[in-house]
């Protein structure tokens, strides 16, 4: 099946700096990758849907400068949280969708943890 | 605009017991619909999808799940659960004839936890 490796898994930063998760593709080409941010104990909510070579889409609410977002190949997508605060702490979870027919299946990667201090 | 509704927030259930997690949906058109399962501090497996044919849907790990059309339902089941199934499930639906992304509209999840 396929793969998708998010990295890293666990990330503690200082308030005011920033973060770098990475999400591939493995075994696969993605043309779009998605970014979810998951509260303890609630769903997934959708950030942003990131296109291979496009700007990304962000979801109302989501403050793009804030979070950014560059996929600039078929197997890697980047999220940015830029000038981190507490309140950004949160599990970000990304997905990748094959690029042939899928039908809109989506794999998952395993999740960053992030807490800022 | 499409919503998905779990009514159970968490189910407990004894080992070797069957259970049942509810889904309904909402969507003006006719939608793809998934079940994924999060273990602590993990991302998404698959667990299960209905994307067309037969409505009874058979996953891995013993899951199986049946779209009703007419209730707008998508309810997961398994006969026999083991303690390994503990964990949080999800309902996605996303719409066969999307927007560019064909984005997931997940519920609420529900907790199932398997006691002994």
């Known amino acids: 099946g396929a793969v998708v490796s998010q990295h890293p898994s666990w990330v503690i930063c200082k308030s005011g700096t920033s973060v770098k998760i990475e999400c591939r593709s493995l075994d696969f080409q993605a043309t779009t990758m998605f970014w979810y941010r998951q509260f303890p104990k609630q769903s997934l909510m959708l950030m942003a849907t990131s296109n291979e070579g496009s700007k990304a889409t962000y979801e109302q609410g989501v403050e793009k400068d804030k979070f950014l977002i560059n996929h600039a190949s078929l197997t890697l997508s980047t999220l940015t949280v830029t000038s981190a605060h507490p309140e950004d702490s949160s599990f970000y979870i990304c997905s990748a969708r094959v690029s042939s027919l899928s039908k809109n299946i989506q794999y998952f990667g395993a999740g960053t943890r992030l807490s800022v201090l | 605009a499409q919503s998905v509704t779990q009514l159970d927030s968490q189910v407990p259930v004894f080992e070797e017991a069957p259970v049942e997690l509810r889904c309904n949906y909402s969507s003006s058109v006719s939608v793809y619909l998934f079940w994924y399962v999060q273990y602590p501090n993990q991302g998404l497996q698959l667990l299960l999808k209905?994307?067309?044919?037969?409505?009874l849907v058979k996953g891995i790990n013993g899951f199986e799940a049946e779209f009703n059309k007419s209730q707008t339902s998508f309810h997961l089941r398994k006969p026999s659960v083991h303690i390994s199934d503990t964990a949080e499930y999800f309902c996605?639906?996303?719409?066969?004839?999307?927007?560019?992304?064909?984005?997931?509209?997940f519920g609420g999840g529900t907790r199932v936890l398997v006691k002994p």
């Open positions: 209905y994307l067309s044919g037969s409505t």
């Open positions: 996605a639906v996303s719409d066969e004839i999307g927007a560019a992304g064909n984005k997931l509209t």
